[in-house]
């Protein structure tokens, strides 16, 4: 059965610090999702990572993938505000069948 | 923003009645999603779609069943609501093509259901 682990669960860092969210999967899969999602809001896609060691960027955020390891990172660097969120990581259920599975998320807290 | 809606947004309803939750899209995706978030469980495939009348089940499909008669509507019918179905229930939609094959999801609004 194909699990999908974050953690933290729960982040409260500091505005101008770095940190890293990490998304472990239990079977092999080519393909990592991240989405945050906003309070009461719906989940908005941030990166899409489809090889082993891809890296995307987007702003402050930097996600990787390492399919040898089944491990993703969500790197933040000099955490905002604006960043406060739920982050959640998904991964393909398996090759051909594009059901998906998600990490519970974390529940970033960016304090001023 | 990707087109989609979801019907209703908040529907407040009592125990042992039929409920349906409409979700459409004009993005002319091939694979529709309904997803339930709760506290400290993310989000739970419940059903799936990857085409007109062929559906999937997900992890938590149990009581639920769903419907896709047009590629735009896909809708998700509790048989008879718990309140153990008390939920945020999401939709979403994907394809492969745009992104490389990237299968990306793109999510609707949600809808609040609450089962008295």
């Known amino acids: 059965e194909l699990k999908v682990e974050q953690n933290p669960l729960f982040l409260s860092m500091q505005e101008g610090k770095n940190y890293t969210i990490y998304c472990n999967y239990s079977?092999?899969?080519?393909?990592l999702y991240w989405y945050r999602q906003d309070p009461g809001k719906s989940l908005e896609s941030l990166f899409v990572?489809?090889?082993?060691?891809a890296v995307k960027q987007e702003g402050r955020l930097m996600a990787s993938l390492d399919t040898k390891a089944r491990l993703s990172t969500l790197h933040i660097t000099a955490a905002v505000h604006d960043l406060s969120a739920t982050y959640f990581c998904?991964?393909?259920?398996?090759?051909?069948?594009?059901?998906?599975?998600f990490g519970t998320g974390t529940r970033l807290k960016v304090l001023a | 923003d990707a087109g989609i809606t979801q019907s209703p947004r908040h529907k407040v309803t009592e125990t042992g009645t039929p409920v349906t939750l409409r979700c459409h899209q004009t993005e002319n995706h091939r694979y529709m999603y309904w997803y339930r978030q709760d506290p400290g469980h993310g989000l739970r495939l419940i059903h799936y779609s990857y085409g007109v009348k062929d559906t999937d089940k997900g992890e938590v499909s149990d009581g639920y069943s769903v419907s896709r008669s047009k590629t735009e509507d896909f809708l998700l019918t509790l048989e008879s609501a718990t309140s153990s179905q008390t939920s945020v229930y999401f939709c979403?939609?994907?394809?492969?093509?745009?992104?490389?094959?990237?299968?990306?999801?793109?999510f609707g609004p949600g809808t609040r259901l609450t089962v008295t």
């Open positions: 079977t092999t899969s080519d393909r």
């Open positions: 979403a939609i994907s394809e492969s093509g745009g992104r490389s094959y990237s299968y990306e999801q793109y």
């Open positions: 998904a991964v393909d259920r398996a090759s051909g069948t594009y059901k998906y599975i």
């Open positions: 990572l489809l090889s082993n060691g």
